[in-house]
């Protein structure tokens, strides 16, 4: 099942026109069927441009910056994933990629007396539905307390959700 997006008669006809006619369409239209509408959490984080992640907030306090994972369209079988599936793991998910660390985040010794447990660039695990959740120009952002990494992983495809 896909998303569908109702616009009205003018809309899809100067759609279709800027299409046949190979012209640059108009700005919503484009943010609507064209690359505008693509979601950037599909992208893999670090693989973002320094400006964009520079952008993100900077979490305060003991607090730690993520980007969930979003799984992939395919499974490695071939079989394709409903946008509605894949946003509902998207919201459950439990595996994120680290963007920053707030400036207290693992300093409590008692606390943490081995350390950080996890660094900038690192792929972990999290509890589900953990994190304060919002966006920042289409990509889903969440903002959670450093005690509620529970693993780091090498890579967020090894884990099945359950």
């Not at 964009?52 to 980007?67: D, F, K, N, S």
Request: hydrophobic share 35%; proline share 9%; aromatic share 10%.
């Amino acid at each position: 099942m896909t998303n569908k997006l109702f616009v009205p008669d003018h809309v899809a006809k100067a759609a279709r026109k800027a299409i046949k006619e190979n012209a640059e369409m108009p700005k919503p239209i484009e943010n609507a069927f064209g690359k505008g509408a693509e979601n950037k959490n599909e992208d893999d984080p670090s693989q973002m441009e320094t400006s964009a992640l520079e952008r993100l907030p900077q979490p305060t306090g003991y607090r730690v910056l993520i980007i969930p994972y979003y799984p992939s369209a395919q499974t490695k079988g071939g079989l394709y994933v409903p946008d509605q599936v894949r946003e509902r793991e998207a919201f459950a998910t439990v595996a994120a990629y680290v963007v920053k660390l707030g400036p207290d985040a693992y300093k409590d010794p008692q606390k943490f007396p081995n350390g950080p447990w996890c660094n900038e660039k690192d792929w972990v695990l999290i509890g589900r539905y953990a994190g304060n959740r919002f966006k920042v120009e289409g990509l889903e952002v969440r903002i959670i307390n450093d005690d509620n990494i529970i693993a780091t992983i090498l890579d967020p495809k090894d884990i099945s959700y359950v």
